[in-house]
C-alpha cells in the first residue's frame, strides 16, 4: 500500500517519510470471514498523537483490501482523500482504557465479496504530522496459513552449499502443501497442519512458493534465497562509466557498472536471464575503484531487455535491509509498475511491457538503437540578453498533455516571438499528475508526456524556428523510488522504501537547509557531483537540451541546517564554489549553454554566479531568477505601496552583466489577474475587478517588463490574461496555500479555457498576446533593447523608464521612453525625454513632438506609450511574417531582385545601421547591387507606392 500512497505523497509535495512507529493493535476476532463483523483495537501507548499532530484524539483508518488471489489490491471507499479522509474511517477513542476502535463489516466495509486479505494504517486526517504507522495486512477467512520461518516475501542471503529451513502452520484442521523453487515443485505434504522442510546443498538462487490447500480455498507465500557469490576481484575495462555502456562494434554485448560502496555482492537479474540470475550474474568488483560491473552477451539489437540490481549487505546496520532490488541509477528509460498502467497508449505507443512477477521499477537496455534524425545540428542559441523565456508545465499546456501539443502548438509559439521554451521537469517522477519536482531517475525521460523521439522532435522542431529549449531540473534533491536512497536506506517496515542511513554516500540523513522536500542531495560527495555532472550531459549530448533552470538551488550547501532559514538564505562559499563547478562541466560541453539558477537569494551571492565569466568569448555568466511578482501585481491591481520595480534589471543588483531572468510571474507565484479580479482598485466606474478592466491593464505590464534590457520570463497563458488562480482545484473550487498544508491544490492538474474557450478569439486577451509580440519582436531584434535602463527607484503608479544604448549612433533607435499610467484614473505622466525633435510610438509608428523634454504625457488609467528617437526599422508589425514578396538568389553574391516593384529599398545591417539605400521606381527586375557589402545577414525593406512596406532578409556571401 506504500507504493501508493507515496505517489500520493510526492504529488502533494510532502516533504519526506520519516521513521515508522510501530502501532499496537489487535483483531477481534482474531480469525474472519469477509462478511464477519470485525473489531479492530488500537494501543494508545503506541501512538505519539502530537509527533503525528493529532488534536482531540482524532485518527483516522486508512485501508485496502486484496481478492483471495492476492492479485486484485483495492483502497476502501471509506478513506476520502489522504489529506482529507472521511469521517466514515474515524476510530472511537476510549478514554478510560487509552484505546481506538473501528469496527466494520469487511465485506460491506470495502464493498467487495471474496476477499482474501485487508490491509491498514492509521494516520491523522489531513495525512500530516511527519510520523505515520506501518503497514498492517491480516488475513481473511477461518482457514489462515503462518509462515514460521522465514518471513514471508524476505530474502535470505545463505553460503552456497548451505541447507535452508522453511516451516509454516495452518488453522481449521489440516491441509495439503506444495513447496515450488524457481518453479518446480521440490516437496509435498498431503496432510498436515504443522509443515517443515529443509531444503539442503542450496548452491544458486532461489525463489520459492509455499502452496497450502484446504478444500477449495488455496493460499500461497513466497520468500527467496539468494547466494552469496564470492565476489570475484577484477580489474573493469578502460573507458566505462556508471550504467549501461553499450558496445560500439558488437550489438550483441553491453556492459553494466554499479557504484555501490559497503555492498558486499550484486546480482544482475533481467529479461535476458528470466529474473532467475545464476553466478554467471554476478557482478565483478575492480579493486581500485571498487565498483561493480559486468559484461553482458547474447544480447539481440533492437529487442528490449529489462534488468534490476540487487544488491546485497550481509550485515546491514540496523533497520536497513539486507538486499535492495533496484533500477540502474542511471537509466535512460525505466518502468513502472505504480505509474505505467495509466499512461494511454496514444501518448507512449509499442511501451516496454514491464515483467510479470517483478517489483518496483526496472532499466530498459537495448543494443541497435536507430539515433534520431537531428534536422538542426548547429543551432545557434539566442543572446542571453535577447531571451524572452515562456515557462511550460506539459502536463497544463494542453488537454492532450503531451510533447505532441507542444509541436501541434508551435505556431503559437512562433507567433508570440518568444525565443526560449522552459520545461518544468521532465526527468522520471513519481506518479504521472505531478509538476516533476519529486524526480526519482534523473537520466530517465518520463513516458507520461510521450517517447523519447517525440521530445527530441519537439526540440528540433523549436531549433528550426529560432527557438532554443531549456529544461527545469531538480537535482538539490531526489525521492523514494530513486536507487541510491534505496540502496542505504532505513526501512524498518520491509516494505522497500525508506529514508538515507548514515551510510548513504549521495544523500544526507537530515536536510541542509531549511527549503527541503524529498531526500537532500550533499553536494559536497564525490559520487553527487560525478551523478550531477552525467546528468548534464546526458541531457546536452543526448538531446541537445540548450539550457538548464537549476531548481532550489539554496539546498546546494552543507553549512545549515532545516530549522536554520537565516543561514540557508545568507552567503554560503560551499554553495557558491560548487555550483561555479557545474555551470564550468555545462559549459565544457557546450560553451553557450544557458545556466540558470532559481536562487532568490541574496545580491551578494547571486553576483558571485551572475558576473562568473561574463568576459570570456563566448560571455558567460549565470542568469538569475528574479522574482518581481509582487511589485508588479501592485502596479496591476493599482496600488502604489510596494510598487517599486527598480529591481527587474541587473544592474540594480550590481550585477556586470545583463543576467537577470525577470519575471512578473512564475509557476510558484498567484497570477496576476487572479488578484486583479479578486482584489483589484475600484475607483467610481473604473473597476479593476472587472474582468475586461483588468485584462486592459496586461499589455501596459508587458512594456515595463519584457523591455526592461535583459533576459525576461513568461509562465504560460500570462499573454493570454489567465485569470485562474494557481490553487485552482480539479473540480475548479479555489483553495489557497493558508487553507491547508499540502492540500493547497496548488499542483493540481488544470482546467484548460484557453483553447475550449478560443481566448485568441477574444479581443481583450488577443490584445495582450499580440501587444506582447510586438514588444518581444522589438526586444529581440532592436539593439536599444541590449542596452542599459533606468527606472526610478520609487513606490508609483505612474511609471518613465529611460532606455538607452550609447554604443549606437543618432540615426539609429537608441533611446527609448517608456510611460505607463498603472492608477485609476487619467494622469499627467512625467516623461523626462532625452531631447527634443520628433519621437514616435514604437508600436503603431505615430509621431509626438518634443519641444520641452519635461512636458507631461496625459495617458487614461492602465495605459502606456512606448517612444522612440526613430521608427523601429526592424521591428515592425510584419517582421518575419510570410511576405508575398520573394528575393533572390539568396544567399547574394553581387546582386539580388524581387518579383514586385518598389518605390524605396533599403538595406539594414542585423545592428540596425542602414548600409545601403536605393531611391527609384525600381520594376519587377530591378538588379540591386550589393558586391561591396561584406559577407554577413542583412535585412531588406522595400516600400511601395502606397507605402506598404515589406522587410526580408538575406545573406551576403
Known amino acids: 500500500m506504500k507504493k501508493t500512497l507515496l505517489s500520493i505523497f510526492l504529488l502533494m509535495a510532502v516533504t519526506v517519510f520519516a521513521q515508522v512507529q510501530t502501532v499496537t493493535y489487535s483483531i477481534n476476532p482474531s480469525t474472519f470471514e469477509d462478511t464477519t463483523p470485525i473489531t479492530i483495537t488500537i494501543n494508545g501507548n503506541s501512538i505519539n498523537e502530537s509527533s503525528w499532530g493529532v488534536t482531540g484524539n482524532a485518527l483516522y483508518l486508512w485501508s485496502w483490501s486484496y481478492d483471495v488471489n492476492d492479485t486484485n ?25 487509552d484505546t481506538y476502535t473501528k469496527s466494520f463489516t469487511p465485506s460491506v466495509y470495502f464493498n467487495r465479496n471474496g476477499i482474501g486479505r485487508i490491509g491498514f494504517l492509521i494516520k491523522a486526517k489531513d495525512g500530516t504530522g511527519g510520523k505515520q504507522s506501518q503497514d498492517i495486512v491480516v488475513e481473511v477467512g477461518s482457514f489462515q496459513v503462518s509462515l514460521t520461518s522465514p518471513t514471508e516475501n524476505s530474502t535470505s542471503i545463505i553460503s552456497s552449499g548451505s541447507g535452508f529451513n522453511i516451516a509454516a502452520t495452518n488453522t481449521n484442521g489440516v491441509a495439503s502443501y506444495a513447496l515450488k523453487s524457481n518453479g518446480i515443485t521440490i516437496n509435498t505434504n498431503a496432510s498436515t497442519s504443522s509443515y517443515s522442510y529443509n531444503h539442503a546443498n542450496i548452491t544458486g538462487n532461489q525463489n520459492y512458493e509455499l502452496i ?48 555501490a560502496p559497503l555492498k558486499d555482492f550484486v546480482y544482475v537479474a533481467g529479461s535476458f536471464n528470466n529474473w532467475q540470475p545464476t553466478s554467471a550474474y554476478a557482478m565483478k568488483k575492480d ?54 498502467p495509466s499512461i ?36 545557434v542559441k539566442p543572446e542571453k540578453e535577447k531571451l524572452v523565456v515562456y515557462e511550460v508545465l506539459v502536463r497544463d499546456f494542453d488537454a492532450g498533455r503531451s510533447y505532441q501539443s507542444l509541436i501541434d502548438k508551435i505556431d503559437y509559439f512562433k507567433n508570440l516571438k518568444i525565443n526560449a521554451i522552459e520545461l518544468m521537469p521532465v526527468m522520471e517522477f513519481e506518479g504521472n499528475e505531478s509538476w516533476g519536482y519529486n524526480t526519482s531517475f534523473h537520466m530517465a525521460l518520463d513516458k507520461f508526456y510521450g517517447t523519447s523521439d517525440k521530445l527530441k522532435e519537439f526540440i528540433d522542431l523549436c531549433h528550426q524556428n529560432g527557438i532554443a529549449v531549456i529544461l527545469d531540473v531538480a537535482l538539490n534533491h531526489a525521492f523514494g523510488r530513486n536507487p541510491m536512497v534505496r540502496m542505504w536506506m532505513n526501512d524498518p517496515d520491509g516494505d522497500g522504501f525508506g529514508s538515507p542511513t548514515a551510510e548513504n554516500p549521495y544523500f544526507n540523513t537530515v536536510a541542509k537547509h531549511s527549503y527541503n522536500v524529498g531526500e537532500d542531495f550533499n553536494h559536497q560527495s564525490a559520487k553527487t557531483q560525478y551523478y550531477v555532472e552525467r546528468v548534464i550531459k546526458q541531457w546536452i549530448q543526448e538531446y541537445k537540451i540548450d539550457g538548464f533552470r537549476w531548481d532550489l538551488t539554496k539546498g546546494f550547501t552543507q553549512a545549515c541546517t532545516a530549522s536554520d532559514n537565516a543561514c540557508t538564505d545568507a552567503y554560503q562559499q560551499d554553495r557558491v564554489d560548487v555550483l561555479k563547478k557545474y555551470a564550468d562541466y555545462s559549459w565544457s560541453l557546450d560553451p553557450t549553454h544557458y545556466t540558470i539558477f532559481e536562487h532568490l537569494g541574496t545580491d551578494a551571492e547571486e553576483k558571485q554566479w551572475a558576473d562568473y565569466k561574463v568576459t570570456e568569448t563566448p560571455s558567460k555568466g549565470i542568469m538569475m531568477w528574479g522574482k518581481m511578482t509582487n511589485p508588479y501585481n501592485q502596479l496591476s491591481m493599482g496600488y502604489a505601496s510596494d510598487s517599486n520595480i527598480s529591481k527587474m534589471s541587473s544592474t540594480s543588483r550590481g550585477f556586470v552583466a545583463n543576467r537577470l531572468i525577470g519575471y512578473a510571474e512564475s509557476h510558484d507565484e498567484e497570477r496576476l489577474m487572479y488578484k486583479n479580479v479578486q482584489y483589484g482598485a475600484v475607483n467610481g466606474t473604473y473597476n479593476v475587478k472587472t474582468l475586461n478592466t483588468a485584462l486592459s491593464r496586461m499589455s501596459a505590464i508587458g512594456a515595463v517588463s519584457l523591455l526592461i534590457p535583459g533576459p525576461k520570463m513568461i509562465w504560460h497563458f500570462g499573454e493570454l490574461g489567465w485569470e485562474s488562480s494557481i490553487f485552482t482545484c480539479n473540480d475548479n473550487t479555489v483553495n489557497t496555500d493558508g487553507d491547508a498544508i499540502g492540500g493547497d491544490c496548488k499542483l493540481d492538474t488544470k482546467p484548460q479555457p484557453q483553447w475550449v474557450n478560443n481566448w485568441l478569439g477574444n479581443s481583450n486577451r488577443n490584445k495582450i498576446y499580440n501587444d506582447w509580440a510586438k514588444m518581444i519582436t522589438l526586444k529581440k531584434t532592436e539593439p536599444v533593447f541590449s542596452g542599459t535602463s533606468t527606472i526610478p527607484n520609487t513606490n508609483s503608479l505612474t511609471l518613465n523608464i529611460k532606455i538607452t544604448n550609447s554604443s549606437l549612433t543618432s540615426e539609429q533607435l537608441k533611446d527609448v521612453l517608456i510611460l505607463a499610467n498603472f492608477d485609476t484614473t487619467a494622469q499627467n505622466v512625467a516623461t523626462g525625454f532625452p531631447y527634443t525633435g520628433t519621437w514616435y510610438n514604437l508600436m503603431d509608428n505615430t509621431t509626438i513632438a518634443v519641444t520641452d523634454v519635461n512636458a507631461t504625457v496625459n495617458l487614461p488609467a492602465g495605459e502606456y506609450r512606448i517612444y522612440g528617437n526613430k521608427v523601429a526599422n526592424l521591428a515592425i508589425e510584419d517582421f518575419e511574417k510570410g511576405n508575398s514578396v520573394s ?41 540591386f547591387g550589393v558586391s561591396e557589402l561584406q559577407t554577413g545577414l542583412y535585412i531588406v525593406k522595400a516600400s511601395d507606392e502606397n507605402h506598404k512596406i515589406q522587410v526580408m532578409k538575406f545573406i551576403k556571401r
Not at 484446504?214 to 570475484?232: D, L
Not at 512477477?357 to 532499466?363: D, I, L, Y
Not at 553581387?894 to 545601421?913: E, H, P, R
Request: glycine share 6%; charged share 10%.
Open 887 to 927: 528575393l533572390y538568389p539568396n544567399p547574394v553574391a553581387d546582386y539580388f531582385t524581387l518579383n514586385a516593384g518598389f518605390t524605396k529599398v533599403q538595406i539594414y545591417s542585423v545592428s540596425g545601421q542602414l548600409v545601403k539605400s536605393f531611391n527609384s521606381n525600381a520594376s519587377s527586375d530591378f538588379q
Open 344 to 379: 494511454p497508449s496514444v501518448k507512449y505507443p509499442n511501451m516496454p511491457v514491464y515483467p510479470a512477477g517483478q517489483s518496483f521499477e526496472v532499466t530498459v537496455l537495448k543494443t541497435g538503437q536507430t539515433p534520431y534524425n537531428w534536422q538542426v545540428t548547429n543551432f
Open 73 to 97: 489490491q483495492m483502497d476502501s471507499p471509506s478513506n476520502g482523500s489522504w489529506t482529507a479522509s472521511n469521517e466514515a474511517a474515524k476510530f472511537t477513542y476510549n478514554a478510560g482504557t
Open 212 to 259: 497450502v490447500t484446504q478444500g477449495t480455498t488455496t493460499i500461497s507465500k513466497k520468500f527467496a534465497v539468494v547466494v552469496n557469490p564470492n565476489t570475484v576481484s577484477q580489474a573493469m575495462p578502460t573507458g566505462l562509466v556508471d550504467g549501461i555502456n553499450y558496445n560500439s562494434s558488437d550489438v550483441t554485448k553491453a556492459t553494466l557498472v554499479l557504484d
Open 287 to 340: 579493486p581500485v575503484s571498487g565498483k561493480f560491473w559486468l559484461e553482458l552477451t547474447g544480447l539481440v539489437s533492437g529487442v528490449n531487455n529489462t534488468y534490476q540490481y540487487w544488491v546485497v549487505t550481509n550485515a546491514p546496520i540496523a533497520n536497513s535491509p539486507k538486499m535492495v532490488k533496484t533500477a540502474d541509477p542511471y537509466s535512460t528509460l525505466v518502468l513502472s509498475p505504480y505509474d505505467d
